[in-house]
């Protein structure tokens, strides 16, 4: 009961977030299920106004944040997609937000290991959990869009943040048919200190064939990522473009939240980057 209460609680948070940009759209996020196997997890989903098909986007997180905070993110970012004509489904992937019932969160499990056995094996966690159980949820996130009657399943999409930036690329990889993949703030923080991960993400660089938009503020951790991994795709002449903007706030922190923090910054630049995709 307690937990259906927070739920009811944590839905009521985002549709009043997100209704000052409802001018286009056609309402408050509905909340969703997406199976996984055994799991089920809980997703945001925003509808643009009209009866479609629309070309649709799934939105990866970061980890390691608060429920609350992570429910304000998925207000930032739903209701800009779909103004502009895109089905947002924010999924919650296991153990985090609204599915923080089902399984243990990666910013948990990688704490947890860190404080056990130490930062090489925190990093080697890192990637497994991106190469295996994260990389399933946000699967069966984009497998669940595509079977939603107003998605035009030839033009989807993947974003994300963080840890999530890093899963994207991942998932376009693995995904040859998405038609591009928006980056923000991938591995900034974890860039510097895991060689795994920049080998990982590297290699995955060279595989992708979705265009690829990588995005950083100033003051974000490390800008390196996405300036190592745009020149490994342009070694290999795979469209990719980079922006970085001004800084935000005072703290690297906020630079790393840059894409819930400046909406209004960015969303020109990758509405017209996935405009352009989506019509290829």
């Known amino acids: 009961m307690a937990k259906t209460r927070v ?3 944590a839905v009521a948070l985002v549709t009043g977030l997100a209704t000052w940009a409802q001018g286009s759209v ?3 996020p509905d909340t969703v299920g997406v199976q996984n196997g055994a799991l089920k997890l809980r997703a945001l989903l925003w509808h643009p106004k009209g009866r479609g098909p629309f ?23 739903g209701p800009a997609f779909a103004r502009h004509g895109y089905v947002l489904l924010f999924l919650f992937r296991r153990g985090s937000g ?3 019932d089902q399984g243990t969160s990666a910013a ?23 190469e295996t159980d ?56 974890s860039w510097k200190h895991s060689p795994q991960l920049r080998a990982r993400l590297l290699a995955a660089a ?22 190592a991994l745009s020149a490994e795709m342009q070694r290999l002449s795979k469209p990719n473009r980079v922006k970085i903007y001004p800084p935000v706030g005072k703290t690297v922190e906020e630079g790393h939240d840059f894409v819930y923090l400046r909406v209004a910054a ?3 630049d990758v509405m017209a980057f996935l405009k352009e995709c989506m019509r290829r």
């Open 206 to 227: 060279g595989r992708v064939t979705a265009h690829v938009f990588f995005i950083h503020a100033a003051n974000d951790y490390s800008l390196e990522p996405a300036r």
């Open 266 to 268: 960015w969303e020109p």
């Open 55 to 77: 070309p649709a986007v799934l939105f990866n997180h970061g980890s390691g944040t608060t429920f609350a905070r992570q429910l304000a993110q998925a207000a930032a970012v």
């Open 134 to 189: 994260h990389l399933s949820d946000a699967l069966a996130g984009l497998a669940f869009l595509r079977t939603l009657p107003e998605v035009d399943t030839h033009r989807v999409a993947v974003a994300g943040h963080s840890f999530g930036g890093s899963l994207t690329l991942l998932v376009a990889e693995r995904d040859t048919a998405l038609r591009a993949a928006v980056v923000f703030g991938g591995s900034a923080g």
């Open 98 to 100: 609204l599915s923080a």
């Open 7 to 9: 739920l009811l609680l």
């Open 108 to 130: 948990d499990l990688m704490d947890r290991e860190l404080a056990v056995k130490g930062p090489e094996a925190r990093n080697k966690l890192q990637i497994q959990l991106l």
């Open 26 to 28: 056609s309402g408050g």
